[in-house]
Structure formats: C-alpha cells, structure tokens
C-alpha cells in the first residue's frame, strides 16, 4: 500500500481460521446493509466464523466502497475501488452483485433468505416492502430467520421516514453537548467525535442483539423475530452516564474540552513535545501528582482534598498541573506517573498508535491477501477468546466476486441460467480486484 507503513500481521500468536471451529461456524447471514452500521455488525458475526453474503447493487456496490480517496492501492501504486470506509466492515464476507430493484432479483434475494439464519438490512422505513423483502415476507419463507432493520430513528414515531448520517444523531442525540469546549473559552461550542461512533456504536448493538435472538431462536422458541435498532436510539443509550446526570440533577451536562467532568486535574496536558492525557482518581493518586509536579503543600490545601472539592475547583488545580508539565518532555514524565500509579497516556496519532508496543504485542494490525493477490490492512478483531480465538482474515470481496458461486453452491443454479441473469443484468458479472485496475487504466 503505497505511502502508508507496512502491516504485519499477527505473528506466533494468530491462530488461523482452519485450527479451530469459530463459534458462528454454522450461521449463514444474508447481508443487505450498507455504508457502516449494518456492515459492521455482520462483519462481527463473520469474525466469528459465520458465513456473510453481502448483497450489491450489480456495477456499484456499496457506496461506501468509493468513500475516498484514498483508496488502497495495488503493488504498482494504482488505485483499486477500495476505500477505508468499506475494507474497515466488509472482511470476511462474500460479495453477490443483485439487483433487487427487479423482479428476478427479488426471488433471487428470498431463495437465498429461505436458506439463511440472519438477514441485515438497513433501507429507509418500508423502501423493503416494495419488493416483498420486509420481514412479513421473509418470515413468510423462512420462519426462523433473524431478521435485523437497522434506520436512523427506528421503524416507528414522527421520524421514521426521515433519513440520517452519523454527524446528524451525534447533534440530535446529544453527543455533540458534551462535546467540545465550554462556553467562553477559545474554541467554544458542541463539536462532532472525529469518528463514525454512532455508526460502530449501533452496528455493535446489533451484532449483540442478533447474537441474542439467536439465542433464543435456539434454545427457547425455535423461531426467528424481527430487531428494530434505531441509530439515535443505540446513540442515547450509549449516553447513559449523560443522561443519567440530567435526570438526577435536571441540568444538562456541559462540555468539559479535554478535561472529564467533574475529574478535577484530569484531562489533557500539553508537555515540551506532545499532548498527554491524565486521569488522577483516588486522593492518593493525587497525593503522587503533586508531588511529581513540585507542589507538595497542595496536599494540605483544601480546595483539593476531596473528589468534590477538586471538581469545583478544578480549573485552579489544571493551571498548576499544566504549568508543571508545559516544559518537560513526554516520556519521562509518562514514565514518573506510571511509576506512581496515576493513570496516563500520550495522545497519538494513528500512525503512533500502531507502532505502541503494547498495540503491537496485542497484534492490533492485521492483513489479509485478496485473490488477485493485492495485500488489504485490516484492524484486527479485539475478541480473545480462550478456545475458539478469531485468527487470521480473508480480505473484503470484490464487487460481485462470488455472485456465481453463491448462486450455483446455494440455489443449484447451472451456468446457462446465470449467464442468462448476467445477460439481463439481474445479476453481475464476476469481478475481481485486478479487473477493477485493469478496468480503470482503459477509461
């Protein structure tokens, strides 16, 4: 990958795929999801061994897939149409270019349905049920799937019809209130995660709340149930500590910049070379902090003695901390407070973060080999399990790349029906990533 540093992956301690039979082994999930949030809870289930077949549009596929640049690149430094956004939830899956839109594509989608545990979508409220593919008609086929909708406000209320992106829960669920600068201070104001959170947030719901069903699926009722997950919902939810303070004190959390509410000397620091971040808890913690900065009396002042007296005078205590730390260097003051026990960390950029030993010895960094041989860096799954560890990884599909032998192995389709659905353009071609560099290099 040109212009970004080499990945390995796991090393001795990555057990492959084969060694072992991964919990969702037997689980066959029917993919209708885009962008992140569905993606990314069915690429929980197929970390964990369960078959995804991703369902795309035949000659677009995900729009995620063009969320760039910049976009991985082959060994001669050519753009493939592959970005972040999409080789970040689409490992391990298989990918059929289908066009529901039609009506060979439909019976198409409920024949797979009829022989799949999961199915995923995350379409606007009802767009399904014009195609006989709403869960009634699924479930009509199959009566033990699982199937999971996943929308920004859910299947019902005043704005379920409405249709929404990460940035707009973050503003409407409250994360951007407490996030970001207080008010008269520079650089005031509610401010976005830099991450997708709500996104990954609600996908990981999701892949709970699957996990859940078919759990009761299996070992309660026999039969499958709809999920309704709502991304501001999951959002608000995830907020539980915000809004548990508002409702015990009838006042909304403010924002807090880099410090933590109600933390005292906690937060961020700026040192003779980066940023580092404390998080001092204890009165003895604190007791080591002064003493590390050269103010020992202030374990006798009394405007810090207590959790509660720190919180309200907070900013005083941040002043002292920050000018003790403004001209010493990082390391060796990371290194005084961990031998004191005070929780901390430099802020790191990601290029930083993957060269931390600890990330490295946790194997954090992964890769996978696509089938035309192109090397795709992943970020591994941060499960460990004892007995069934998630080892190595198959590379995200190319648009399409399986639609054939999805179709043939699961439906028993012969080679002049699917040539006849290609020909129609029901289905899509086969393609791999070097089709997608050669395609690219003739337009």
């Avoid at 700026?270 to 900065?293: H, M």
């Avoid at 992964?366 to 460990?384: E, F, H, K, Q, W």
């Amino acid at each position: 990958m040109a212009g970004a540093p080499q990945i390995q992956s796991g090393g001795d301690a990555v057990i492959g795929r084969g060694e072992c039979v991964l919990p969702f082994a037997n689980l066959r999930v029917l993919d209708l999801s885009r962008i992140i949030a569905g993606p990314w809870a069915t690429q929980m289930l197929a970390d964990c061994g369960a078959e995804v077949i991703k369902i795309e549009r035949p000659g677009q596929g995900d729009p995620a897939r063009h969320y760039g640049p910049p976009f991985l690149q082959d060994s001669a430094g050519r753009n493939l149409d592959e970005s972040p956004f999409s080789i970040s939830v689409n490992r391990n899956k298989r990918s059929a270019a289908i066009d529901i839109a039609r009506p060979e594509g439909q019976d198409l989608i409920r024949r797979l349905a009829a022989k799949c545990d999961v199915l995923v979508e995350n379409y606007k409220v009802g767009d399904l049920a014009r195609y006989g593919l709403d869960y009634a008609a699924i479930r009509s086929v199959n009566p033990r799937i699982v199937y999971c909708s996943i929308t920004g406000f859910g299947q019902s209320g005043p704005y379920a019809h409405r249709p929404g992106y990460d940035p707009i829960f973050q503003a409407m669920g409250g994360l951007m209130s407490v996030t970001g600068h207080p008010d008269g201070s520079p650089g005031e104001g509610p401010m976005k995660v830099g991450a997708v959170i709500v996104d990954v947030i609600g996908g990981m719901y999701a892949g709970f709340a699957l996990a859940t069903a078919l759990y009761h699926r299996d070992c309660r009722s026999g039969q499958g149930q709809h999920i309704d997950l709502s991304l501001l919902d999951a959002e608000i939810a995830a907020l539980s500590h915000s809004a548990l303070h508002y409702f015990i004190s009838g006042s909304p959390p403010g924002r807090h910049g880099n410090g933590i509410g109600g933390g005292g000397g906690s937060g961020m620091y700026r040192c003779a070379d980066k940023p580092i971040v404390i998080s001092p808890g204890t009165d003895a913690e604190y007791v080591a902090l002064y003493g590390i900065i050269g103010r020992p009396e202030l374990t006798a002042d009394e405007r810090f003695s207590t959790y509660a007296l720190r919180s309200h005078n907070g900013q005083a205590l941040r002043t002292a901390i920050q000018e003790a730390f403004a001209g010493r260097e990082s390391a060796h003051l990371l290194e005084q407070l961990e031998q004191a026990g005070i929780p901390c960390g430099a802020v790191n950029d990601m290029g930083q973060v993957f060269d931390d030993p600890q990330v490295r010895h946790r194997h954090m960094a992964a890769s996978a080999c696509a089938a035309d041989g192109t090397s795709v860096p992943l970020v591994a799954n941060p499960i460990r399990f004892s007995e069934t560890p998630i080892g190595s990884y198959r590379a995200p599909p190319a648009l399409g790349e399986h639609t054939r032998e999805i179709l043939g192995t699961l439906l028993g389709m012969d080679s002049a029906a699917m040539e006849e659905l290609e020909r129609s353009a029901v289905i899509g071609a086969p393609r791999a990533m070097g089709n997608l560099v050669k395609k690219r290099s003739e337009s």
